[in-house]
């Protein structure tokens, strides 16, 4: 649990305080999407349980991106840089976000993660969030869409669990379905609970193991790319002004 936001309790941090922290929040991460739409880059929240496979997704993804995207992202973990070393090591610019007891990313932290990140020339970013399925959906960061990671080894209840999670999804990608041979696991009873909880219910079955549905995925996020906008010297010196003067 964040020992700052209280993750909703309002025992623990008042109600009107908790407004205070996602407003602040909301108005950080407008500036982080104008950040990315100025870059003309694609922004993803990735979201899922620890050890949903978000970093064996996003290591197939550039296996199978190869040569024609240019791949960012920032993985945010309680401890370690693990994450963020294996994505370097797949070929996605990566760093890490050290959150230490925070139990979600939050629009700030990206923001100071943009500020520091190696290249700002990526098609697409990934903001891959700390493992959980209740915290991280409630923080806007700034992405254009929210994916979350369901492994089948999770079981088909999670939706019906985790309902805000799924609701603010874009997507939902079923991953390990390589398993599901070897699992009592019925994809059905996913769909149905996704139909439950999630407007326009939307799901691609993954595995990052065999590549199986990774085209289906790297083409979902194609179409969503936005069209690339030149930034103007202009624009970029702006940019840097405000971000001198939040620090002031």
Same mark, same amino acid.
């Given at each position: ?52 496979? %978000? ?7 550039? %296996? ?96 019906? %669990? ?87």
């Amino acid at each position: 649990m964040c020992e700052t936001c209280g993750c909703g309790d309002p025992e623990i941090v008042p109600i009107e305080v908790q407004e205070r922290i996602l407003s602040d929040n909301d108005a950080q991460a407008g500036h982080n999407r104008s950040h990315f739409k100025g870059l003309g880059v694609l922004a993803i929240n990735l979201m899922g349980s620890p050890g949903a496979g %978000k970093t064996a997704v996003l290591e197939a993804t550039s %296996k199978a991106a190869a040569g024609r995207l240019k791949l960012g992202a920032v993985s945010g973990d309680l401890a370690t840089e693990r994450d963020a070393d294996r994505l370097n090591a797949a070929g996605i610019v990566s760093s890490t976000i050290t959150t230490g007891s925070a139990c979600h990313l939050d629009a700030r932290l990206v923001h100071h993660a943009l500020h520091h990140f190696p290249s700002s020339d990526r098609d697409i970013f990934f903001i891959e969030n700390v493992g959980n399925l209740v915290c991280p959906a409630i923080y806007d960061l700034g992405q254009a869409a929210n994916v979350v990671t369901l492994s089948v080894t999770e079981g088909e209840d999670k939706p019906l %669990k985790y309902p805000v999670m799924f609701q603010k999804a874009d997507l939902v990608l079923l991953t390990k379905v390589d398993l599901i041979p070897h699992l009592d696991f019925d994809v059905a009873a996913v769909e149905d609970a996704l139909a439950r909880v999630m407007p326009g219910a939307n799901m691609l079955k993954v595995s990052a193991k065999t590549g199986d549905g990774i085209d289906a995925w790297l083409q979902w996020l194609e179409d969503r790319r936005p069209a690339v906008v030149e930034r103007s010297p202009e624009a970029h010196a702006h940019h840097d002004h405000e971000h001198q003067h939040e620090h002031h």
